[in-house]
């Protein structure tokens, strides 16, 4: 499967900062999404990071609080901006597997776990 | 009505026990569905795809039923490793890459 380096894996960050987390995938994808999975609960889908384009985002999620770049079909990166304590979560990008998405599904980076203060 | 529900448990069963869990979704266009099993503190890692005939992995059996749009896990001859949420995942309405859309998931725990 495809594999994902995504960094940092945690951090602590004062309320009104920004933080830019990077998912770099060993193999080119033609699409990537981005995740929140608040405590306790599943995932929900924050945009679909895409190539040349500006990333599509789902209902509740703006591109000024969360703006995504993605220069390549290797890379995305999700900024997460002027936090605030509810930004607190765990955030994940995934890529397509390496057999198309309807046979295995996507591969996910291993997350990055933000605390706000 | 939610996109994916799920049971969430927590299903506490001993060693060696067969458990099963079940899953609905409301979106009847839907192409692909998968279990990811999520770990403590880990990311989602995919489990197995559910095909329309139905699949076996090892101790592992899935299950589709389009009709009523439910799909189902069999776990047999269950393992301490088993604990873990198991996240029933469903995708493709509109074409093969849409994104996943994830269960709450159901919460096992096995015991010794």
Do not use: H
Not at chain 1, 10 to 16: F, H, V
Not at chain 1, 33 to 55: H, M
Not at chain 2, 63 to 84: G, H, T, V
């Amino acid at each position: 499967s495809a594999v994902i380096s995504q960094k940092p894996s945690r951090d602590i960050c004062q309320r009104g900062t920004s933080l830019t987390i990077q998912c770099q995938v060993d193999s080119q994808v033609t699409m990537m999404f981005w995740y929140r999975q608040q405590p306790g609960q599943s995932l929900t889908l924050i945009a679909t990071a895409n190539q040349g384009s500006e990333a599509t985002y789902e209902s509740g999620f703006v591109i000024d609080k969360f703006p995504i770049s993605r220069p390549n079909l290797t890379f995305s990166t999700l900024t997460v901006s002027n936090m605030s304590p509810e930004d607190s979560s765990i955030y994940l990008c995934s890529a397509e597997g390496d057999r198309g998405p309807t046979v295995s599904g996507y591969t996910f980076g291993s997350g990055t776990r933000l605390t706000v203060v | 009505r939610k996109e994916v529900e799920q049971d969430p448990g927590p299903f506490n069963v001993p060693e060696g026990a067969t458990v099963a869990f079940n899953c609905t979704y409301s979106n009847s266009a839907s192409q692909s569905f998968f279990w990811y099993r999520q770990d403590c503190r880990k990311e989602p890692k995919l489990l197995m795809s559910v095909y329309s005939s139905g699949n076996e992995d090892g101790r592992f059996t899935a299950q589709l039923n389009r009709a009523s749009q439910y799909i189902s896990l069999l776990i047999r001859d269950s393992k301490l490793s088993d604990s873990a949420t198991y996240l029933c995942v469903v995708n493709g309405w509109n074409s093969g890459n849409t994104p996943l859309v994830f269960g709450k998931g159901t919460r096992l725990s096995v015991i010794a």
